[in-house]
C-alpha cells in the first residue's frame, strides 16, 4: 500500500513538474472527451425532438405527399369519398408551387422560392402555426381575406418588406397574383424536414386564391393531410390510398414518422459518434506525443530510478499512474468543454433543420466520453511508457544520454497490433455501427488497418519533411536552420502532420464538396444556355409583339433565343406501353425506387421547344446526342435520364405526349445527364415540329419563353425594365437561382463543417502541443543563437518559416486527401463532375498554416525572450 | 596563421577606450522578498586590450555569474558594465544582441554548438546573423576551421565530433566576427586533459597572435598560470591581492 502511495506522489509530482508539457497532454485528452460529450448530448437532444412530436410532425394522422406533378382532381375525389364513407374523419389539402417572389415597389428585387396554399381553418390538424411577426397571431386571422399572404423571415429580409407591403409572386406557368404581407411565420409552417429549412423563401396563402397557379393542368392537391378516428383507421386508409394513388406517392401514418424518425436519429447518432472518435483518434496521437517527449527527456531519471533497483514493470506503474493523473485532468476539462459545445451544436442543428430542439443534460454521454477518455490515454500511452520502462539503467553514468532502447521489436510490434486491434473493437461497440459477432472480427480488421494507414501516412510524412529538408536554403539563413531542424525531428513531426493533415481533411472536405457542388450549377448554367435571363409569358401574338418591341429597347442585350413549353403535356406511353403500367412494373420488380419514381414522374411533365434553326443548346448527354439543326422539323427529343433511366427509355424509343386529347409522338435521339440543368423543362424537342402538331396554341398551359443574354452592367436595370413593361411575365434572373441554390448548400455544409471545426480543433492543440514540446527542447538552442548575436526577431522569423513549411505540408496534404474524397462522393454519390478552385483549396491550406505558426507562435514567444544565460546554464 | 585575423574589423575603433572591459560596482540579485539571494555583491573589475584575465573561486561564489554579466548574456540589477566604451547595461535588446555578435565571442564548457548544423555552418552563423559585415560567410568559416585545424570536419555534425573537436569548433565560431572579447566559461571542463591542454594551447596562441582580449573563468590553477592574471571570487565579491596572493601559494 506504501509503495503504491509512494508511485502515486511521484505520479502526481512529475504531472505537476511537467508544467506545459502535462498541460498540453491533458488538453489532448479534454479534446478527444470533449468531442464525445458534445455529439453524445448533441445528438441526445437531437432524438428527443425528432421522436417527440410525430404528429405534429405528420399534420394529421396520415400525409400524402405526391410527386411534384400533384395529385389528380379525380385522385382529390377518391379520397373525398373516403370521407363520406367515414373511413377518414376530415382532409385538407396544400398547393405548392415554385415561385418568384417580388417587392411590388421595386421592381428589381425578387427572390426564387415558393408558394403555398393551405386552408386556414384547417391546416394543420395537429399543431398551430402562429406568426413571429405579429406575435402569436393565428393563420386563421393573418389569412383571413382572400389576398393576404404570410412569408418566412428569409423572403421578409431580402425583399427588405414591412407588414401590410404588396408583393407580387409568379408561378411557373406564368400565372401573377399580388398579395398583402400579413404576418411573418416561422420555416417549421411547411414542413419541418431538411428541404424546408434550406428552402426558405415562400409565401403561404389562403389555397382558395392559388387556383389561377394551375389553370389547365389537372392539379387538385400538392399534399394532402387526413385525419381518422384511431391509428387502426390511419393504417387502413393508407392501405386504401396505397393502392389507388397507383404508389408514387409518400403515404406517412404517425407510426411511420415516428419509425423513420428514430431511423434518421439512429443514423445521425452514427454520424456524431464517428465525428467523435475521429477526434479522439487526433488527441491520442496528442497524447502519445506527449507522453513519447515526457519518457525521452527522463530518461535519464528512469535510469536513475533503475539503478536504484526500480524494475521495469514498476517504470510502467509509475508512468501508467502519471498517465492516469493526465487523463483524470483532461477528462474534467473535457466534460466542461463538452457541455459548453454542445449548446453550439444545438444551435447549429436548429438553424438548419427547423427542428426546434430543447437542451437537457444526460449523464450518457457524460459517462461514455469520460470512459473513452481514461481508455484512450491508456491505451495511447501504453507504447511510450513500454518503451520508457526499457531505458537502461547506465544511462544514468552518461551526460548527454537521449532516446531510448529499442528492444523487441517484435514483441512491440506485435502489442502495437494487439492494441490497435481493441481499440477498434471498442470504436465499432461504441458507434454500434456493426453488431452481433461480426463486431469483433470488424473492429479488429478495421482497427488494425487503421493503424496500417496511419503508419503508412506519417512514413509519407516522413518522408516529405526528410524531402523538404534536402531542399537547397537558396542562401538564406532561415530556410537553412528551418530545413536542418525538420530533418532532424522529422519522425515526431510525422505523427504532428498527420493530426493536423486529419483535420484538415475532415473540414475540407465537407468544403470542398459544397463549392464542388455550388460550381458543377454555375457550370451547368453558364455552359448549356450561355444566359443569365429567362423571361415566361403566356402564349399569344399581342404579348410576343410586346416583348419584341421591349426587347429591342434593352440597351444591354446581347443574344436572344426563343422557344415554347407545352407545360400540360404528359408523357403517356412508351413504345406503345402505358406509362402508368410501366410505372406499376418498375415498383413491382424493384427495379426503381419509389424515390427515382418520383423524380421521375416530375420530368415526364412539360416539353420545351426550342428554336434549332438558329440557335445551338448544349447538354450534357448521357446516351445519344445533342438536338442540332439538323433536327428541325423532326419529331426528335432528348429526354432527361431522370425520366429514361427509371421506364427504360432508350435512344430510339418512340414517345407519346399527351395533352387533353391530342396524342404526340416523339424519337428519342438523346439522353440528357441526370443532374442537367434546365430551366423550364427536363425534355427538349424542337420547336417547329411543336408547333406543327398544335403544342404551341395559346392557352394557359402553353408559354413562350425567352432566353436572354444581358450585358452584366446593364443586368438590374434591364430586369427592372422587363418586370415594368411586362407585369404578367414571369422574368428570371438566373443569378437569383444559383444564389438560392448556394445558399442551400452553404446551410447544409455548415453542420459538418461545425462538427470537423472540432477535429481541426484537436489537430491545433496537438501541434500547438508538439511546437511547444520542440520549443521546451530548444530553448537551448535559442540561447546559442542569442549568445552567437540572434536577435529575437531573428529567432522568430526562423521559427516562423519552419512552422510555415509544416502547416503548409500537413494541410496540402489534408487538402489532397479530402480532394480525393470529393471525387469518389462526386463520382459515386452525387454523380457530378469533380473541380476544385483555389478560393476554397487556398484558405484551407492557409488555415492550416496559420494553426501552425500560431501554435508555434504561442510557445517561441516566451522561449524566444528568456536570456541566454538562464537557458544555458539552468537548463 | 595571425595575418587571417583582423583586429580593426566589425566596427573597432583603436583608443576610442583605454580598456577593453571596465566593470562598475555590479550587483546581482534573484528571487523576492525572504528568498532573495545576492550573487554579486558590488564587483568592480578593469580589463586591459590583449589582457587574458582568469575569473577562478570555488563553486557558487559568482563567477559565472559574473561573466554571464560581464558579456551581456545576462541583465545585472545594479552596476555598470562598459566593454568598448558602451555602457552594455543600457542597451535595449537589439542593441545587446549586436553587441554579443561583433563585438564578444563566447565558449560554453558544454559546448553549445547547434547540434543540426555542420561545423562550417555553425562557425558561419554569426557572419550570417550580422548583415553588415564584411566577411564572406564561408570562406571566413573555412580559415577559422584552417586556424583551429578542423578543415577536414567541416561536413560533420556535432554528434559526429569527439568534445575536443566540438570545442575547437566553438573556438572557430566564437571568433568568426573577429570580435574584440572571447569569454570562456570553464572551456576546458568538459575534456580530457589532452583535448583540454590543446584547447588552452589554441587560445593563448590566439592571444599571442592577435592581441585578442581572453576572459576565462576556471576551477584549474593550471590554466589560471597560463593567463596575464588571475582575480579570486568568494561569496560575491573579488578576494583583495593579498588574499590571492595567498591562496595562489596554497593551490601551487
Redesign the interface.
Known amino acids: 500500500m506504501s509503495t503504491l502511495s509512494l508511485y502515486l506522489r511521484y505520479a502526481v509530482r512529475s504531472f505537476v513538474r511537467g508544467r506545459t508539457r502535462s498541460l498540453f497532454g491533458a488538453f489532448c485528452v479534454a479534446v478527444g472527451v470533449a468531442s464525445i460529450v458534445a455529439l453524445g448530448l448533441a445528438g441526445g437532444n437531437f432524438k428527443s425532438a425528432v421522436t417527440a412530436n410525430a404528429q405534429k410532425q405528420n399534420r394529421g394522422d396520415v400525409s400524402i405527399v405526391p410527386p411534384a406533378s400533384g395529385l389528380t382532381l379525380r385522385q382529390i375525389g377518391l379520397i373525398e369519398q373516403m370521407k363520406a364513407r367515414r373511413q377518414i374523419t376530415d382532409y385538407t389539402t396544400t398547393m405548392r408551387d415554385d415561385a418568384l417572389i417580388r417587392d411590388s415597389r421595386r421592381q428589381s428585387t425578387s427572390t426564387v422560392g415558393s408558394i403555398t396554399g393551405v386552408d386556414p381553418q384547417k391546416f394543420p390538424f395537429y399543431d398551430a402555426v402562429t406568426a413571429d411577426a405579429p406575435t402569436g397571431v393565428p393563420l386563421t386571422r393573418l389569412l383571413s381575406q382572400p389576398g393576404d399572404a404570410v412569408v418566412s423571415h428569409s423572403t421578409f429580409a431580402t425583399l427588405h418588406l414591412r407588414l401590410g407591403a404588396t408583393i407580387h409572386v409568379d408561378s411557373r406557368q406564368g400565372f401573377t397574383h399580388a398579395y398583402t404581407v400579413t404576418g411573418i411565420v416561422p420555416d417549421s409552417a411547411i414542413g419541418t424536414g431538411l428541404q424546408a429549412a434550406l428552402f426558405d423563401d415562400f409565401v403561404m396563402v389562403d389555397i382558395s386564391s392559388m387556383k389561377g397557379y394551375f389553370h389547365g393542368l389537372d392539379v387538385g392537391a400538392t399534399s394532402v393531410y387526413l385525419k381518422t378516428s384511431d391509428a387502426a383507421h390511419a393504417a387502413g386508409a393508407k392501405r386504401t390510398l396505397t393502392h389507388t394513388l397507383e404508389g408514387l406517392s409518400t403515404i406517412q401514418t404517425v407510426a411511420d414518422v415516428q419509425k423513420s424518425s428514430n431511423d434518421s436519429a439512429a443514423s445521425m447518432n452514427i454520424f456524431f459518434r464517428i465525428s467523435g472518435l475521429v477526434a479522439v483518434i487526433i488527441g491520442g496521437i496528442g497524447i502519445l506525443n506527449t507522453m513519447l517527449v515526457a519518457a525521452r527527456r527522463r530518461t535519464k531519471e528512469i535510469a536513475v530510478l533503475k539503478s536504484l533497483g526500480l524494475k521495469g514493470r514498476q517504470v510502467m506503474v509509475v508512468f501508467t499512474l502519471e498517465s492516469l493523473v493526465l487523463a483524470t485532468g483532461g477528462v474534467v476539462v473535457g466534460v466542461a468543454l463538452g457541455i459548453a459545445a454542445s449548446l453550439a451544436v444545438n444551435g447549429v442543428t436548429e438553424s438548419i433543420s427547423a427542428y426546434s430542439i430543447p437542451w437537457s443534460l444526460q449523464a450518457g454521454p457524460i459517462i461514455a466520453g469520460a470512459a473513452v477518455g481514461f481508455a484512450a490515454t491508456v491505451l495511447f500511452g501504453y507504447f511510450p511508457i513500454l518503451r520508457a520502462s526499457q531505458a537502461r539503467p547506465v544511462s544514468a553514468l552518461r551526460s548527454d544520454s537521449l532516446g531510448l532502447p529499442r528492444q523487441g521489436r517484435i514483441r512491440t510490434g506485435l502489442l502495437v497490433l494487439g492494441l490497435a486491434g481493441i481499440m477498434g473493437y471498442l470504436a465499432v461497440l461504441y458507434t454500434g455501427l456493426v453488431a452481433g459477432p461480426q463486431a469483433l472480427l470488424y473492429g479488429i480488421i478495421g482497427g488494425i488497418g487503421a493503424l496500417i494507414a496511419a503508419g503508412a501516412l506519417t512514413q509519407l510524412f516522413v518522408l516529405i519533411v526528410w524531402a523538404t529538408s534536402k531542399l537547397p536554403s537558396m542562401g538564406r539563413l532561415s530556410a537553412r536552420m528551418a530545413f536542418r531542424s525538420m530533418g532532424t525531428n522529422k519522425r515526431r513531426l510525422g505523427s504532428t502532420l498527420l493530426a493536423l493533415s486529419i483535420g484538415i481533411l475532415s473540414i475540407g472536405s465537407s468544403t470542398i464538396l459544397a463549392q464542388n457542388i455550388k460550381d458543377f450549377a454555375a457550370q451547368s448554367i453558364n455552359n448549356t444556355q450561355h444566359i443569365n435571363v429567362a423571361i415566361q409569358m403566356s402564349h399569344s401574338a399581342a404579348a410576343t409583339s410586346r416583348l419584341d418591341a421591349e426587347l429591342l429597347r434593352l440597351p444591354g442585350l446581347e443574344q436572344r433565343k426563343y422557344g415554347a413549353i407545352a407545360g400540360a403535356s404528359v408523357l403517356a406511353s412508351v413504345d406503345g406501353t402505358p406509362t402508368a403500367t410501366l410505372v406499376r412494373r418498375a415498383l413491382a420488380h424493384h427495379s426503381a425506387t419509389t424515390d427515382t419514381l418520383q423524380t421521375a414522374a416530375a420530368k415526364m411533365r412539360g416539353i420545351e421547344g426550342r428554336n434549332l434553326g438558329i440557335s445551338q443548346y448544349t447538354l450534357t448527354t448521357k446516351a445519344g446526342r445533342n438536338l442540332d439543326k439538323r433536327d428541325v422539323g423532326t419529331d426528335h427529343m432528348v429526354v432527361s435520364a431522370d425520366v429514361a433511366t427509371p421506364l427504360g427509355i432508350s435512344v430510339g424509343s418512340r414517345l407519346v405526349f399527351s395533352e387533353g386529347n391530342s396524342h404526340v409522338p416523339f424519337t428519342v435521339v438523346g439522353i440528357g445527364a441526370k443532374n442537367n440543368f434546365t430551366i423550364f423543362g427536363a425534355n427538349i424537342a424542337d420547336l417547329h415540329y411543336m408547333q406543327r402538331m398544335g403544342l404551341t396554341t395559346a392557352t394557359q398551359s402553353h408559354a413562350t419563353v425567352v432566353y436572354l443574354q444581358i450585358k452584366d452592367s446593364a443586368l438590374q436595370s434591364d430586369i427592372t425594365v422587363l418586370r415594368r413593361a411586362l407585369p404578367h411575365a414571369l422574368v428570371l434572373d438566373l443569378g437569383k437561382f444559383l444564389t438560392m441554390f448556394n445558399g442551400a448548400i452553404d446551410k447544409l455544409a455548415l453542420f459538418p463543417q461545425i462538427i470537423a471545426a472540432l477535429s481541426l480543433f484537436a489537430g491545433a492543440v496537438i501541434i500547438a502541443n508538439t511546437v511547444a514540446l520542440a520549443m521546451l527542447e530548444r530553448r537551448r538552442e535559442i540561447g546559442v543563437l542569442k549568445a552567437v548575436g540572434a536577435k529575437r526577431r531573428t529567432i522568430l522569423q526562423f521559427l516562423f518559416v519552419e512552422n510555415a513549411i509544416v502547416g503548409f505540408i500537413g494541410a496540402g496534404v489534408g487538402v489532397l486527401l479530402a480532394m480525393v474524397v470529393t471525387v469518389v462522393a462526386d463520382q459515386q454519390l452525387l454523380k457530378i463532375s469533380p473541380s476544385f478552385s483555389l478560393v476554397t483549396i487556398v484558405p484551407l491550406i492557409v488555415l492550416g498554416m496559420a494553426l501552425s505558426v500560431g501554435a508555434g507562435a504561442l510557445t517561441a514567444l516566451p522561449a524566444s525572450s528568456e536570456k541566454p544565460m538562464n537557458v544555458l546554464r539552468y537548463e | 596563421m595571425a595575418t587571417a585575423l583582423n583586429i580593426y574589423a566589425a566596427g573597432f575603433v583603436p583608443g576610442a577606450a583605454p580598456a577593453a572591459i571596465e566593470v562598475h560596482q555590479i550587483t546581482k540579485e534573484y528571487g523576492e522578498g525572504d528568498s532573495r539571494v545576492q550573487v554579486l555583491k558590488g564587483v568592480d573589475l578593469t580589463i586591459a586590450r590583449g589582457e587574458m584575465l582568469a575569473i577562478m573561486g570555488p563553486s557558487g561564489s559568482g563567477k ?2 559574473l561573466l ?1 554579466a560581464i558579456s551581456g ?3 545585472v540589477t545594479s552596476g555598470q558594465v562598459i566593454i568598448n566604451g558602451t555602457d552594455i547595461t543600457r542597451l535595449g ?2 542593441a545587446l ?6 563585438n564578444i565571442g ?1 565558449v ?1 564548457q ?1 559546448f ?6 555542420t561545423a562550417q ?1 555553425n562557425v558561419e ?2 557572419v ?3 548583415r553588415k559585415s564584411s566577411f564572406n560567410p564561408s570562406k571566413r568559416a573555412q580559415e577559422l576551421l584552417d586556424l583551429v585545424g578542423l578543415s577536414h570536419r567541416r561536413k560533420h555534425r556535432p554528434g559526429q565530433m569527439s568534445g575536443g573537436e566540438q570545442q575547437r569548433v566553438a573556438i572557430a ?1 566564437a571568433l ?2 573577429d570580435p574584440e572579447v572571447i569569454f570562456g566559461d570553464e572551456p576546458t571542463g568538459n575534456l580530457d586533459s589532452t583535448n583540454g591542454e590543446a584547447v588552452m594551447q589554441l587560445l593563448t596562441d590566439l592571444k599571442e597572435e592577435t592581441g585578442k582580449t581572453l576572459v576565462l573563468v576556471t576551477h584549474d590553477p593550471r590554466i589560471a598560470a597560463q593567463c596575464d592574471r588571475a582575480v579570486y571570487m568568494h561569496d560575491g565579491r573579488f578576494l583583495d591581492d593579498a588574499d590571492v596572493q595567498q591562496s595562489m601559494r596554497s593551490s601551487r
Open positions: 559565472s555569474t554571464g548574456l545576462d541583465t535588446e537589439n544582441a549586436r553587441v554579443r555578435n561583433r563566447f560554453f558544454t553549445n554548438l547547434i547540434s543540426t548544423l555552418e552563423l554569426p550570417l546573423l550580422d565560431r568568426a566576427n
